[in-house]
């Protein structure tokens, strides 16, 4: 009686094991959601629905973009963070939540919670002026704000975000005092500097890309050691002496811990071999992105040297939330 019900035990754990292998073996076989960690019409938005589409056909299986937007971006990487790690979800995120937030506030997540897959893209930020700033190059912007400190401002998309943690860099490395003016997102950022209400600012290349070619917006610097390929003609922060002025918006795919291997491996080998893909990097130009992939532990080890940036500089400029 005890071999039968022995055997009996045997064939179900067979069956159950057989039934998860084939389950594992069969994915993806429904739909997998690709969190946003922003508001839909972003950068980041923009990307991932490229990302989405390309790889959701080469996967043969529908990615709906889930926008989960709040704090920072924290709302959706903690939403990531907390989902089963089954291969239905995953992220698209920018550095602000895993290297930035994490040294403004405490957030309800640790690095170790995600699983880097690999990067897709790269957005320069740009340091622009007004049109009708008198300064057309950006070692004439710190020789002005050198004569006359704290008469001129910049604009940032609020507190602890890439263009305030960028624009306060440029102050440290060039040692000038230029005011900070918070508004509520990149968009109206941008706007107060077109309206005059600010001189300058730090932004991603893509959302100034319209207003430097209709001339309302001067770009001063590139603010890295790579000129733009949308841009040729700027030249970069590097290049001007201040090549500790970096500041690019790296793009990358992340999942919640603890993904099977070989799940992991398949959806990354998709992603790279869309972002790869001549159609997907055209489409990235046109965002005013360059695409970039990367192996998980060398996107790890990036989003750590963002991480250890960003604290320096917000010790050093007593930045906060506020």
């Given at each position: 009686m005890?071999?039968k ?6 064939f179900?754990l ?14 993806p ?15 980041t938005?923009?990307i991932a ?10 996967l043969?299986q ?9 704090a920072?971006g924290?709302?959706g ?5 907390r989902s089963?790690p089954?291969g ?6 920018a ?6 937030m ?15 897959l ?8 740009v ?12 070692p ?5 704000a ?27 490395q060039a040692q ?10 990149a968009?109206?950022?941008?706007t107060?500097v ?6 300058f ?6 959302p100034v ?15 890295g ?8 003609q ?11 002025v ?9 999942a919640p ?7 992991q ?6 992603v ?5 893909s001549?159609?997907?990097k ?6 005013g992105?360059v695409?970039?992939t ?18 320096e500089v917000?010790?050093?400029?007593h930045i906060t939330?506020?």
């Open positions: 005890l071999s019900i022995a055997a009996a035990c045997a179900t067979g069956a159950v094991a057989l039934s998860a292998a084939h389950a594992q073996a069969a994915w076989n429904k739909t997998i959601r690709l969190v946003v960690p922003y508001s839909a019409g972003g950068p938005d923009a629905r490229l990302v989405a589409r390309q790889v959701g056909a080469a043969n529908t990615i709906v973009v889930d926008n989960k937007a709040g920072g924290t709302i990487v903690n939403d990531l963070a089963a089954d239905y979800t995953f992220a698209l995120v550095p602000g939540p895993l290297a930035g994490p040294n403004l506030m405490k957030v309800p997540y640790a690095p170790t919670d995600v699983q880097y690999t990067l897709v893209a790269r957005i320069p930020s340091i622009v002026a007004g049109k009708d700033v008198p300064v057309g190059t950006l004439e912007l710190v020789a002005a050198k004569a006359a400190p704290d008469k001129f401002n910049y604009s940032s998309a609020g507190p602890g975000t890439t263009p305030h943690i960028g624009f306060e860099l440029l102050k440290q000038i005092n230029v005011q900070h003016v918070p508004y509520k997102g968009a109206p950022a941008v107060g077109l309206g005059g209400e600010v001189q600012a730090m932004v991603d290349l893509l890309l319209p207003h430097v070619k209709a001339g309302t917006l001067k770009v001063l610097a590139v603010a050691d790579t000129r733009a390929p949308q841009a040729p700027v030249p970069t922060t590097k290049e001007l002496g201040l090549p500790g970096k500041m690019d918006t790296l793009y990358g795919v992340i811990k603890g993904l099977p291997a070989d799940i491996k398949k959806f990354r080998d998709a790279v071999a869309a972002v790869q001549p159609e997907l055209n489409q990235f130009l046109e965002q992105a695409a970039l990367s192996t998980p532990e060398e996107y790890r080890k990036l989003m750590q040297a963002e991480s250890d940036k960003w604290r917000v010790s050093k400029g939330l506020e």
